[in-house]
C-alpha cells in the first residue's frame, strides 16, 4: 500500500530564506506527483504537476524535483515571502488506481516578516 | 468563473441525523472525488466518481453514501452510522478519471457535531 510522508511537519523561516520543502512515497510505481498549496479553512490549490517520466517543473519561484526510484520529491520555494505562509502538500498518482491520490500530512510553513 | 462550488461553508449535525454537502462544479469535468481531512493530516478518500451514474468506494466509505445524477453535482451524505463525522470535506474534479489530470479542489466544508 502506498504512503505518503512529509517530514518536518512544521517549518517556521525568516523572509527571504529559500524553502525546501519534503515529500516520500514508499512505492516508485507512480504516475505522477502533485503539490498543493492550502490556506486555513480553504480548498487546495494545485501548485505542479510533475508526471513519472519527468525530473522536475518550475513555475516562477516554485521548483518541484522528482526522484521517482528513491521515492522522493522536493518543493523548493526561492526567497520566501510572508504570502507564502500555508500548509503545502505532495500527493501521489499510484500507477494503478485510475486518478485516485495518495496524499502526505502536509508541512505546514510560516514565513516570519 | 469555473470553479468547483461546495456548500455550506459550516454544517452541524445532531446525533442520529443524516447530512448532506453539496458539490457543484463547471469546469465541464467528467470526473469528481470526496475526500476526508482532519486536522492536521492530509486528505483520505472518501468516494469518486469517473462518469455520470457511476461512483466507486475510497479508502473511507464507510458511513458515506453518494450520487451522481448529473455530470456537475456529487453530493456526499454523512450517515447516521459514521460515528466519528467531524472533520473537513473536499470536493475536487478533474478532466477525466484517467490520464495525467490534475484534480482541482473546492473551498470545504466544516461538518461538527452538535
Known amino acids: 500500500k502506498q504512503e505518503v510522508t512529509q517530514i518536518p511537519a512544521a517549518l517556521s523561516v525568516p523572509e527571504g530564506e529559500n524553502l525546501v520543502l519534503n515529500c516520500s512515497f514508499t512505492?516508485?510505481?507512480?504516475?505522477?506527483l502533485q503539490w498543493f498549496r492550502q490556506d486555513p479553512g480553504k480548498g487546495l490549490t494545485s501548485l505542479l504537476l510533475?508526471?513519472?517520466?519527468?525530473r522536475e517543473q518550475t513555475s516562477g519561484r516554485l521548483n518541484a524535483s522528482l526522484d521517482k526510484s528513491s521515492g522522493r520529491s522536493t518543493l523548493y520555494i526561492a526567497a520566501s515571502q510572508p504570502g507564502d505562509s500555508a500548509t503545502y502538500l505532495c500527493?501521489?498518482?499510484?500507477?494503478?488506481?485510475?486518478?485516485?491520490?495518495?496524499f502526505g500530512g502536509g508541512t505546514r510553513v510560516l514565513v516570519k516578516p | 468563473d469555473g470553479g468547483i462550488t461546495q456548500s455550506p461553508k459550516y454544517l452541524f449535525r445532531k446525533e442520529g441525523q443524516n447530512v448532506t454537502l453539496s458539490c457543484e462544479q463547471n469546469?465541464?469535468?467528467?470526473?469528481m472525488y470526496w475526500y476526508r481531512q482532519d486536522p492536521g493530516q492530509g486528505l483520505r478518500l472518501i468516494y469518486y466518481?469517473?462518469?455520470?451514474?457511476?461512483?466507486q468506494k475510497g479508502d473511507i466509505a464507510e458511513g458515506y453514501s453518494v450520487s451522481r445524477e448529473k455530470k456537475e453535482s456529487f453530493p456526499l451524505t454523512v450517515t447516521s452510522a459514521q460515528k466519528n463525522p467531524t472533520a473537513f470535506y473536499l470536493c475536487?474534479?478533474?478532466?477525466?478519471?484517467?490520464?495525467?489530470?490534475?484534480?482541482?479542489f473546492g473551498d470545504g466544508t466544516r461538518l461538527s457535531i452538535l
Open positions: 512505492d516508485s510505481a507512480i504516475y505522477n
Open positions: 466518481s469517473q462518469i455520470v451514474n457511476d461512483f
Open positions: 510533475i508526471q513519472s517520466s519527468q
Open positions: 475536487a474534479s478533474s478532466i477525466g478519471g484517467y490520464g495525467n489530470q490534475p484534480q482541482h
Open positions: 469546469l465541464n469535468h467528467d470526473a
Open positions: 500527493a501521489v498518482r499510484p500507477e494503478a488506481a485510475g486518478n485516485k491520490l495518495t
